[in-house]
């Protein structure tokens, strides 16, 4: 059986995370690379340690070297420096536009045709700059944002209401980080819209535990943040593209006037296939909805504005 091949750059948290779920969910045969020198040789090692009790038929190798990477299908990105208590993502900013610039050049240069994805954050400016870098066209680079965002909201309107989360659809748009935008109207519970479902006080205090949901984590570990919830979050993308299914995803992806949003990327739904976006079909948004997203898009634009990627 021969598997796609995946390159996850980051041995880290959020990246030997992803890996571990790629193996051994069988999707794809997996590359770890790091600057670290014998992190994801080690990681690797360890979880081909696992292959004969997970019964899992890709391989997973570590390496420094983005040679080993070469004639990827999908390349993750996840490397750079997590979040630290009281920090906020933006603060991240300069030390990670760093590595992501240098990281995207080599793995470009290795595997010129892969789709890249990218969990690096702040994450609407990482991916916006990975794609400035890349000359990629913009459908075939995205980022890991709204399904990780979603997945917050339906954790905590699981919590709240004790509907079991197969029944719940839950929708988080916009800037991955405090501009996030939850979508209650457009969250369900056995289709019903949690608006019509809750009153607007504990619609509100839902939405805002999304919004801190990342930091809730962050606060609880004191020295890093949150890798499961993202790790799962990038590898339900990297299966729509592997399988290429067709999902609807909030996806970080470029905005080109849709929804009135020029030149920004940031999460919105979006159709996943083999050949990356395949389309950003429109929601039915009201005026307050659409304000609000504009308004998230703004805080991203002025990040990119200020870092001078624009134009
Ligand atoms: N090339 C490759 N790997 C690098 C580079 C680089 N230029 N610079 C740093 N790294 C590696 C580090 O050596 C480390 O192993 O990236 C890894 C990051 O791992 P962690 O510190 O554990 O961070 P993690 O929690 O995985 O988060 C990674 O994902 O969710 C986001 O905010 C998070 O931006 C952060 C990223």
Redesign the pocket.
């Known amino acids: 059986m021969t598997y796609p091949k995946v390159t996850v750059?980051?041995?880290?948290?959020?990246?030997?995370t992803a890996a571990f779920l790629l193996v051994t969910k069988g999707l794809a045969d997996v590359v770890l690379?790091?600057?670290?020198d014998g992190?994801p040789q080690g990681k690797s090692l360890d979880m081909m340690h696992s292959r004969s009790v997970e019964q899992f038929g890709p391989r997973i190798s570590g390496t420094n070297d983005y040679a080993d990477t070469a004639g990827s299908d999908v390349v993750v990105i996840?490397?750079?420096?997590?979040?630290k208590p009281g920090m906020s993502?933006d603060d991240?900013l300069a030390a990670?536009s760093q590595?992501v610039r240098?990281?995207i050049g080599q793995a470009q240069s290795a595997s010129p045709d892969a789709l890249v994805i990218c969990?690096?954050?702040p994450?609407d400016v990482m991916t916006y700059l990975a794609w400035r870098e890349s000359g990629l066209p913009h459908t075939r680079i995205f980022g890991m944002g709204g399904v990780l965002d979603s997945a917050r909201f339906a954790y905590a309107i699981s919590e709240a209401t004790g509907a079991p989360v197969g029944t719940i659809r839950a929708l988080a748009c916009g800037a991955h980080g405090d501009a996030m935008v939850p979508l209650p109207r457009h969250s369900t519970v056995d289709g019903k819209p949690l608006t019509e479902l809750l009153d607007a006080e504990a619609v509100r205090a839902l939405c805002e535990r999304t919004v801190n949901g990342g930091a809730e984590v962050v606060a609880l570990l004191k020295t890093?943040?949150?890798?499961y919830a993202?790790a799962a979050s990038v590898v339900h993308m990297v299966e729509a593209v592997l399988t290429d299914s067709g999902a609807t995803m909030p996806s970080c992806v470029r905005l080109s006037g849709e929804y009135g949003v020029e030149d920004v990327y940031m999460s919105m739904p979006a159709t996943l296939g083999a050949e990356g976006v395949r389309a950003i079909p429109e929601l039915d948004l009201d005026a307050g909805e659409l304000a609000a997203l504009r308004e998230s898009a703004a805080t991203i634009g002025e990040a990119l504005d200020a870092m001078g990627l624009r134009g």
């Open positions: 750059v980051g041995a880290g948290q959020v990246g030997a690379v790091d600057v670290a992190l996840t490397a750079g420096l997590p979040r993502r991240l990670n590595v240098s990281v969990v690096t954050n994450l890093g943040s949150a890798f993202p």
